[in-house]
C-alpha cells in the first residue's frame, strides 16, 4: 500500500487475522439461546426489546454486563407499554471450562406490569445488570414468566474477562531488500489492550548518528480512517515500494497510534513501534 491512498475502501486493503485466540474457551462451552438483539420477543407486545448491557464477549479489565427491556412506541406520546405481567430475573454465575457453575454470582429478580419509554436511559426502563472485573469465563441469563408460573422464554450469553495487558508488535516481511522491492509490516497485537489507528506510516534513514525521515518515503495523501485491532487480532496494511534511487543503508519502518481497554473515554496510551530493515546495494 504504497503511494496514495485514494479511494475509500481504505481499509479494505487491509489483511486480518488472529494470532492469539482469546475467544477459544468460549467456542467449546455448551450451546445456549441468545437474546434476540433488538428483535421483537415473540411472547412480548409489539416494539418491546431486550437489549445487552455491556460490551463481550471479551470484557477487558472491568464493566458493567446484564440486560435491559425497553418499550418503543410507534407514535410520540405513548409512555407506557401494554399490560406485560412478567416476573424477570437474570443471574450471573462464574463457569468452568466445560461451562458448569463454579459460583453464582448474583439474582436480580424484578415484578413487570409495564414498561414506560425512555430516550435518555442506554439500558431502556429496566435495568438488570452485575460488575464484573474478576478474569474468569461467567454465564448470564435472563428468565421471562407470566403470571401463572409458566415460562416465556430464556436466554443467555457467555463471555470471558481478561486482564489488561499491552504487548503490541510490528513485523516485518524480511531483515534485507533491494530497490524495488516491497518492504510490508504487519501489526501483531498479543495483548489484550485494542489498538487504534490510520493507515500512515513513516521510514526512517539512520545517517550514523541520527535517525531522520527518508525523504523518498513520502505516502502522499492518506485517507483519514480510524482502524483498530481487538485482543489478539493482527493487521496487515503498511507497504514501501523501495525507490530504485533509494541509497543502501539502515532503515525502520515506524507506526504510531494508541492503546486503550474498555471505554475509548478510560483513556489511552500512545504507541510508536519501529522495525529495522536492511536496504542492499542493487
Known sequence: ??????????????????????????????????????????????????????????????????????????????????????????????????????????????????????????SGDLDLSFPVSKPALYRLEITFTDQTGKRLGRYGKYFRVLRPSLDARLILNGTAFHPGDTVTARLENYG???????LDRTIERYDGSTWAVAPESSQGAILAIGLSSGPGESASCWSFSIPPSEPPGRYRFAWSGEAFYGSFSRGKTRLRLESEFQILPP
Not at 4 to 15: F, P, R, T
Not at 192 to 198: E, H, N, V
Open 1 to 122: 500500500m504504497s503511494g496514495m491512498v485514494a479511494d475509500s475502501a481504505g481499509a479494505a486493503l487491509c489483511e486480518t487475522s488472529i494470532v492469539h485466540d482469546y475467544k477459544q474457551p468460549l467456542k467449546r462451552l455448551p450451546h445456549i439461546r441468545e437474546v434476540p438483539l433488538r428483535e421483537h420477543l415473540s411472547f412480548a407486545p409489539a416494539r418491546v426489546f431486550v437489549a445487552q448491557i455491556g460490551n463481550g464477549p471479551l470484557v477487558v479489565g472491568n464493566d458493567t454486563v446484564g440486560f435491559g427491556l425497553s418499550y418503543s412506541p410507534f407514535y410520540p406520546g405513548h409512555h407506557l407499554s401494554p399490560p406485560l405481567n412478567w416476573l424477570v430475573e437474570a443471574k450471573l454465575v462464574r463457569i468452568d471450562l466445560g461451562g458448569r457453575t463454579t459460583l453464582p454470582l448474583g439474582s436480580i429478580i424484578k415484578r413487570v406490569n409495564r414498561l414506560r419509554s425512555t430516550d435518555d436511559q442506554p
Open 192 to 198: 489484550t489492550d485494542s489498538l487504534y489507528y490510520g
